[in-house]
C-alpha cells in the first residue's frame, strides 16, 4: 500500500513563492510510479496540475506553466512542486498522488494524499 504525506503548504502574498513536498512510502520493490499534483480550490473540481514520469519527463495544465515546477528525488522517495510568482487563482489543497499507469492530468490516480493549503492573498 503506497502512502503519501504531502507538506509545504502555507499562507503567501501574490508574487511569493512555495514548495511543496510529497514523502512517499510502501513502494513495492522494482515498480515504477508515476507521480503528480493536483489543486482542488473551495467548491470547484480537482484538477491536474502538473505530473513527471518516465525519464523524468513532465507536463503541466496551462495556468502554471513557466511558474510551477515539478521534481523528484528518487533516494529520498519525495516528490516535490516549486510554485514561483503565486497567484490568488492558485489558492487551494494541493494533493500529489501516485500511480502504476501513467493517468496524466486525470484525477484517476490509485493513491492520494490528504493535501496541504495553499492560500495566496493579493
Known amino acids: 500500500q503506497v502512502h503519501l504525506v504531502e507538506s509545504g503548504g502555507g499562507s503567501v502574498q501574490a508574487g511569493g513563492s512555495l514548495r511543496l513536498s510529497c514523502a512517499a512510502s510502501g513502494y513495492t520493490y522494482s515498480s515504477y510510479y508515476y507521480m503528480a499534483w493536483f489543486r482542488q480550490p473551495p467548491g470547484k473540481e480537482r484538477e491536474g496540475v502538473a505530473t513527471?514520469?518516465?525519464?523524468?519527463?513532465?507536463t503541466y495544465t496551462d495556468s502554471v506553466k513557466g511558474r510551477f515546477t515539478i521534481s523528484q528525488d528518487n533516494v529520498k522517495n519525495t516528490l516535490y512542486l516549486q510554485m514561483n510568482s503565486l497567484k490568488p487563482e492558485d489558492t487551494a489543497m494541493y494533493y500529489c498522488?501516485?500511480?502504476?499507469?501513467?493517468?496524466?492530468?486525470?484525477?484517476?490516480?490509485?493513491?492520494w494524499g490528504q493535501g496541504t493549503q495553499v492560500t495566496v492573498s493579493s
Open positions: 513527471i514520469g518516465l525519464f523524468g519527463r513532465t
Open positions: 498522488a501516485a500511480d502504476r499507469i501513467d493517468r496524466g492530468l486525470l484525477p484517476l490516480y490509485n493513491y
